[in-house]
Protein backbone atom coordinates (compact mmCIF):
# COMPACT_ATOMS: atom_id res chain seq x y z
CA UNK A 1 0.00 0.00 0.00
CA UNK A 2 1.51 3.17 -1.10
CA UNK A 3 1.57 6.89 0.45
CA UNK A 4 -1.35 7.88 -1.09
CA UNK A 5 -3.42 4.57 -0.39
CA UNK A 6 -2.51 4.96 3.49
CA UNK A 7 -3.58 8.56 3.47
CA UNK A 8 -6.94 7.85 2.16
CA UNK A 9 -7.28 4.42 3.81
CA UNK A 10 -7.06 6.63 7.25
CA UNK A 11 -9.30 9.21 6.13
CA UNK A 12 -12.14 6.76 5.75
CA UNK A 13 -11.47 5.11 8.89
CA UNK A 14 -11.70 8.91 10.52
CA UNK A 15 -14.78 9.66 8.36
CA UNK A 16 -16.50 6.48 9.98
CA UNK A 17 -15.15 7.27 13.04
CA UNK A 18 -16.95 10.37 12.76
CA UNK A 19 -20.24 9.21 11.72
CA UNK A 20 -20.44 6.93 14.08
CA UNK A 21 -19.74 9.15 17.17
CA UNK A 22 -21.88 11.83 15.41
CA UNK A 23 -24.93 11.52 16.32
CA UNK A 24 -26.62 9.53 19.62
CA UNK A 25 -30.18 10.04 18.34
CA UNK A 26 -32.50 10.69 21.14
CA UNK A 27 -36.42 9.50 20.63
CA UNK A 28 -38.64 11.41 23.27
CA UNK A 29 -42.17 11.06 23.77
CA UNK A 30 -44.84 12.94 25.59
CA UNK A 31 -48.37 11.89 27.24
CA UNK A 32 -49.53 15.69 26.81
CA UNK A 33 -51.72 16.77 23.97
CA UNK A 34 -51.79 20.46 22.31
CA UNK A 35 -50.65 23.16 23.52
CA UNK A 36 -48.50 21.68 26.13
CA UNK A 37 -46.75 18.95 23.21
CA UNK A 38 -46.44 22.32 21.15
CA UNK A 39 -44.01 23.61 23.57
CA UNK A 40 -42.33 21.08 24.37
CA UNK A 41 -41.76 20.37 20.24
CA UNK A 42 -40.70 24.14 20.50
CA UNK A 43 -38.15 23.72 22.87
CA UNK A 44 -36.29 20.41 22.28
CA UNK A 45 -36.08 21.71 18.42
CA UNK A 46 -34.01 24.32 19.81
CA UNK A 47 -32.37 21.89 21.78
CA UNK A 48 -31.82 19.92 19.03
CA UNK A 49 -29.70 22.34 17.09
CA UNK A 50 -27.11 23.43 20.56
CA UNK A 51 -26.70 19.76 21.25
CA UNK A 52 -23.54 18.55 19.85
CA UNK A 53 -23.57 15.19 18.74
CA UNK A 54 -27.10 14.74 19.37
CA UNK A 55 -30.20 13.92 17.70
CA UNK A 56 -33.60 14.86 19.05
CA UNK A 57 -37.01 13.24 17.16
CA UNK A 58 -39.90 14.09 19.29
CA UNK A 59 -43.81 12.45 19.33
CA UNK A 60 -46.96 12.78 21.07
CA UNK A 61 -48.54 9.72 22.87
CA UNK A 62 -50.87 8.43 25.12
CA UNK A 63 -50.04 9.01 28.42
CA UNK A 64 -49.69 5.85 30.28
CA UNK A 65 -47.76 4.63 26.91
CA UNK A 66 -45.16 7.50 26.79
CA UNK A 67 -44.19 6.05 30.19
CA UNK A 68 -44.19 2.47 29.88
CA UNK A 69 -42.23 2.82 26.87
CA UNK A 70 -39.62 4.95 28.16
CA UNK A 71 -38.85 3.12 30.97
CA UNK A 72 -38.56 -0.19 29.18
CA UNK A 73 -35.73 1.75 27.10
CA UNK A 74 -37.82 1.43 24.00
CA UNK A 75 -37.89 5.26 23.29
CA UNK A 76 -35.19 6.95 25.24
CA UNK A 77 -37.00 9.45 27.50
CA UNK A 78 -40.31 11.35 28.54
CA UNK A 79 -41.48 14.52 28.27
CA UNK A 80 -41.88 15.82 30.60
CA UNK A 81 -43.45 14.89 34.57
CA UNK A 82 -42.65 15.39 38.48
CA UNK A 83 -40.48 12.97 38.94
CA UNK A 84 -41.78 12.08 42.42
CA UNK A 85 -44.58 10.82 41.46
CA UNK A 86 -43.77 8.33 38.68
CA UNK A 87 -39.98 7.57 39.38
CA UNK A 88 -41.16 4.37 41.94
CA UNK A 89 -43.20 2.76 38.99
CA UNK A 90 -41.07 3.91 36.40
CA UNK A 91 -37.80 3.51 38.20
CA UNK A 92 -35.38 3.78 34.97
CA UNK A 93 -36.18 7.12 34.10
CA UNK A 94 -33.86 9.54 35.29
CA UNK A 95 -34.72 13.24 35.04
CA UNK A 96 -32.83 16.34 34.13
CA UNK A 97 -32.09 18.59 36.54
CA UNK A 98 -33.00 21.89 35.03
CA UNK A 99 -36.73 21.97 34.31
CA UNK A 100 -37.98 24.46 31.60
CA UNK A 101 -41.78 24.02 32.27
CA UNK A 102 -44.21 24.49 35.11
CA UNK A 103 -47.68 23.10 34.71
CA UNK A 104 -49.75 25.74 36.02
CA UNK A 105 -53.23 24.78 37.28
CA UNK A 106 -55.66 27.61 37.15
CA UNK A 107 -59.48 27.73 38.20
CA UNK A 108 -61.83 28.43 35.25
CA UNK A 109 -65.28 30.46 35.39
CA UNK A 110 -67.40 32.71 34.12
CA UNK A 111 -66.29 36.24 33.51
CA UNK A 112 -68.97 37.44 36.38
CA UNK A 113 -66.96 34.77 39.28
CA UNK A 114 -64.91 36.30 41.79
CA UNK A 115 -61.66 36.21 42.84
CA UNK A 116 -59.81 32.71 44.21
CA UNK A 117 -56.40 32.90 45.51
CA UNK A 118 -55.95 29.08 46.36
CA UNK A 119 -57.11 25.78 46.68
CA UNK A 120 -59.20 26.19 49.97
CA UNK A 121 -61.28 29.42 48.59
CA UNK A 122 -62.73 26.63 46.46
CA UNK A 123 -64.38 24.94 49.53
CA UNK A 124 -68.04 26.72 49.57
CA UNK A 125 -68.70 26.19 45.98
CA UNK A 126 -69.46 23.48 43.47
CA UNK A 127 -66.33 22.65 42.10
CA UNK A 128 -65.23 20.45 39.18
CA UNK A 129 -61.94 18.64 36.96
CA UNK A 130 -61.02 15.93 34.64
CA UNK A 131 -59.58 12.40 35.03
CA UNK A 132 -56.40 11.89 34.16
CA UNK A 133 -55.25 15.59 35.82
CA UNK A 134 -53.83 13.84 38.89
CA UNK A 135 -52.64 16.62 40.85
CA UNK A 136 -56.20 18.92 40.43
CA UNK A 137 -57.81 16.05 40.97
CA UNK A 138 -55.76 14.75 44.46
CA UNK A 139 -56.18 18.72 45.64
CA UNK A 140 -60.12 19.02 44.84
CA UNK A 141 -61.14 15.68 46.79
CA UNK A 142 -58.67 17.08 49.37
CA UNK A 143 -60.62 20.88 50.38
CA UNK A 144 -63.46 18.43 50.28
CA UNK A 145 -65.96 21.29 48.01
CA UNK A 146 -69.58 21.50 48.26
CA UNK A 147 -69.85 19.47 45.43
CA UNK A 148 -67.27 17.36 43.29
CA UNK A 149 -67.24 16.62 40.01
CA UNK A 150 -64.96 14.65 38.31
CA UNK A 151 -65.58 14.24 34.91
CA UNK A 152 -64.00 12.35 31.94
CA UNK A 153 -63.24 15.57 29.39
CA UNK A 154 -62.28 19.06 29.62
CA UNK A 155 -65.57 19.35 27.36
CA UNK A 156 -67.43 18.07 29.55
CA UNK A 157 -66.25 20.02 32.17
CA UNK A 158 -66.64 23.37 30.56
CA UNK A 159 -69.95 23.20 29.47
CA UNK A 160 -71.28 21.96 32.86
CA UNK A 161 -69.34 25.53 33.94
CA UNK A 162 -71.34 27.30 30.90
CA UNK A 163 -74.89 25.81 32.09
CA UNK A 164 -73.86 26.90 35.75
CA UNK A 165 -73.54 23.29 36.63
CA UNK A 166 -70.25 24.23 38.29
CA UNK A 167 -69.08 27.03 40.13
CA UNK A 168 -65.22 26.53 38.84
CA UNK A 169 -63.49 24.07 36.78
CA UNK A 170 -59.91 23.06 37.34
CA UNK A 171 -56.99 21.82 34.92
CA UNK A 172 -54.09 23.16 33.81
CA UNK A 173 -54.08 26.45 32.27
CA UNK A 174 -52.37 26.38 29.08
CA UNK A 175 -54.64 23.03 28.12
CA UNK A 176 -57.81 24.68 29.53
CA UNK A 177 -57.01 28.08 27.24
CA UNK A 178 -57.05 25.32 23.85
CA UNK A 179 -60.36 23.93 24.78
CA UNK A 180 -62.37 26.70 25.85
CA UNK A 181 -60.99 28.29 22.25
CA UNK A 182 -61.79 25.18 20.79
CA UNK A 183 -65.65 25.46 22.08
CA UNK A 184 -65.85 29.24 21.63
CA UNK A 185 -66.81 29.93 24.93
CA UNK A 186 -65.78 33.75 25.31
CA UNK A 187 -67.57 33.97 28.27
CA UNK A 188 -65.24 31.46 30.38
CA UNK A 189 -62.12 33.15 31.67
CA UNK A 190 -58.96 31.24 33.88
CA UNK A 191 -58.77 33.31 37.01
CA UNK A 192 -55.40 34.41 37.57
CA UNK A 193 -52.79 34.04 39.20
CA UNK A 194 -52.90 29.93 38.61
CA UNK A 195 -53.96 28.35 41.99
CA UNK A 196 -50.33 26.13 41.90
CA UNK A 197 -47.57 25.78 39.84
CA UNK A 198 -45.33 22.34 39.97
CA UNK A 199 -41.87 22.01 37.89
CA UNK A 200 -41.87 19.64 35.58
CA UNK A 201 -38.51 17.86 34.34
CA UNK A 202 -37.51 15.68 31.09
CA UNK A 203 -36.77 12.26 32.00
CA UNK A 204 -34.44 9.91 30.25
CA UNK A 205 -33.99 5.93 30.27
CA UNK A 206 -30.80 5.33 32.55
CA UNK A 207 -29.06 4.21 29.59
CA UNK A 208 -28.77 7.73 28.45
CA UNK A 209 -27.81 8.77 32.41
CA UNK A 210 -24.12 10.32 30.97
CA UNK A 211 -26.17 12.89 28.55
CA UNK A 212 -27.72 14.60 31.15
CA UNK A 213 -25.15 17.09 32.17
CA UNK A 214 -25.71 17.81 28.21
CA UNK A 215 -29.16 18.49 28.43
CA UNK A 216 -28.64 20.46 31.46
CA UNK A 217 -26.27 23.08 30.23
CA UNK A 218 -28.01 23.42 27.26
CA UNK A 219 -31.80 24.10 29.18
CA UNK A 220 -29.95 26.17 31.42
CA UNK A 221 -28.58 28.71 28.44
CA UNK A 222 -31.83 28.61 26.78
CA UNK A 223 -33.05 29.88 30.02
CA UNK A 224 -30.46 32.59 30.73
CA UNK A 225 -30.88 33.80 26.85
CA UNK A 226 -34.28 34.00 26.84
CA UNK A 227 -35.13 31.74 25.05
CA UNK A 228 -37.68 29.59 26.90
CA UNK A 229 -39.42 32.61 28.09
CA UNK A 230 -39.65 33.36 24.16
CA UNK A 231 -41.42 30.11 23.18
CA UNK A 232 -43.36 30.14 26.41
CA UNK A 233 -44.69 33.84 25.07
CA UNK A 234 -45.34 33.29 21.87
CA UNK A 235 -47.69 30.20 22.27
CA UNK A 236 -49.65 31.83 25.02
CA UNK A 237 -49.99 35.08 22.60
CA UNK A 238 -51.44 32.57 20.00
CA UNK A 239 -53.90 31.24 22.03
CA UNK A 240 -55.07 34.43 23.35
CA UNK A 241 -55.42 35.83 19.78
CA UNK A 242 -57.70 32.85 19.16
CA UNK A 243 -59.74 32.84 22.21
CA UNK A 244 -60.36 36.59 22.17
CA UNK A 245 -60.92 36.86 18.26
Known sequence: MNKIQLIIFAFFLFSLQCVSSANTKIYITTGFTSPVSDFYR?????????????????????????????????????????????????????????????????????????????????????????EGWKIAVKKVKAIKPAQTHIVTTPEQMFHMLDQH???????????????????????????????????LFLLLHKKHKSLIPKFNKVIKHMKNDGTIDNLYRKLLVNLKQKHNG
Do not use: H, W
Open 165 to 199: RLDYGIMGYLSGLQVITTLNMDNIKAIQPPLVEKP
Open 42 to 130: EVLSEADKRLKNISISFETLPAERSLVLANRGINDGECCRIPTLIINEYNNLVPVNESFFSARFSAFAKQDAIDIKRFEDLKPYSVGTV
